[in-house]
């Protein structure tokens, strides 16, 4: 199954996180398949990895139906890690005693081998505190197995097993300052995309109104008209709005202007902007309305704001001036005609929307 059919319960899409799950479940059952049927092809599975396979495959299966059917996450993540930790850690300490024994180094290589899926599993499935704790536990538990190798407890038949055990705690101590870089890094990473995305909007949007500023919508005029798209625009201005500031004061014209934004968003498309120009001046722009369509746009707003109820003030009502930006105006030149149609509306009465022809 695809990454994107991977849904949560209520039908939106899981997140990352839980699709990288899936699919590492997905994979693991194959892998430890193909392991168990190699090693029983080579008569090498005892009777302790008969039952580990297909204990591990059984947790394996109930893990993904935790996640993918009941998006129970958290629950799966926690039981895939408890079983791979006490699973591999068990297999391993047999390992050794067996090849403490007998000096076979196969079993104990082996699973030193897959050990390090559990701290794969710890850093990408557990918050950061777990994982650190739960690979610096594991990792001490096979630095006691080295340290036993020379503690005379234990009748080492083979001195590889000595070797292969300082190799171990090397390469397994390098593997978790490893995986706790990575992390950190990737935490990292994601602190400068939010102070990215942050600044962005910080320079793009005001502040107050939360809508475009006249940085962000000069952007996305310039970006139409290098990619040659029909575009309107409504240059909006407030009537008498320095007499509402000087009566009742800025405050209460900050609170006009919201209720005014907030007015006009209801009464546009989802693909319509609205951005503020500057000052009392806004401009929305607005594609696929041409002709009698931006006509009924622009009455539809300016009858909402003129019926709209305004805090503090009796009265609010805008004047209006449309402009298209086609193949034959650019960005200035369509701005100056929007601005043009504004001064007639606001000359001749206001409370009115006059369009550029």
């Known amino acids: 199954m695809n990454n994107h059919q991977d849904k949560a319960t209520n039908g939106k899409p899981k997140p990352e996180k839980d699709v990288i799950f899936l699919n590492v479940l997905r994979v693991g059952i194959l892998v430890v398949f193909a392991v168990w049927i190699i090693e029983y092809q080579a008569g090498l599975v005892r009777y302790f990895d008969s039952f580990g396979y297909g204990l591990t495959i059984i947790v394996i299966l109930i893990s993904y139906a935790l996640s993918r059917i009941f998006n129970r996450n958290t629950l799966a993540k926690t039981l895939v890690f408890v079983h791979a930790a006490i699973y591999l850690l068990m297999l391993a300490v047999l390992g050794f005693l067996s090849a403490a024994e007998d000096g076979n180094l196969y079993s104990i290589a082996t699973s030193l081998q897959w050990i390090p899926i559990i701290y794969i599993l710890a850093f990408l499935f557990l918050s950061k505190r777990l994982a650190i704790i739960a690979a610096i536990s594991v990792y001490l ?35 978790i300052v490893c995986m ?63 007499q509402i500031n000087d009566t009742y004061g800025h405050q209460a014209g900050d609170e006009v202007l919201l209720t005014l934004v907030e007015c006009i968003k209801k009464n546009l498309r989802p693909s319509d902007v609205i951005g503020r120009w500057g000052g009392e001046e806004f401009m929305i722009l607005t594609q696929d309305a041409l002709g009698e369509d931006v006509t009924i746009l622009a009455e ?43 001064y007639k ?9 006059v369009i550029h022809s």
Not at 345 to 353: D, E, I, T
Request: net charge positive.
């Open 141 to 175: 538990i096979l630095v006691a197995m080295l340290l036993l190798t020379f503690s005379g407890l234990f009748p080492v038949q083979n001195h590889e097993l000595r070797l292969l055990m300082v190799n171990m705690s090397l390469s397994h101590g390098l593997y």
């Open 300 to 342: 539809r707003v300016r009858r909402a704001v003129e019926h709209e109820t305004f805090p503090h003030v009796q009265d609010v009502t805008i004047s209006m001036g449309v402009a298209d930006l086609n193949d034959g105006l650019d960005t200035e030149s369509a701005f100056r005609s929007a601005d043009r149609a504004l």
């Open 345 to 353: 509306a606001k000359r001749s009465g206001r409370n009115k929307v």
């Open 180 to 242: 706790f870089a990575v992390v950190r890094l990737k935490r990292d990473s994601k602190k400068q995309t939010v102070i990215a995305r942050d600044l962005e909007k910080a320079v793009n949007f005001d502040s107050m109104l939360k809508i475009a500023n006249r940085r962000h919508l000069q952007q996305l005029m310039d970006s139409y008209e290098s990619n040659q798209q029909a575009v309107t625009l409504l240059l909006i201005d407030i009537d008498n709005f320095k």
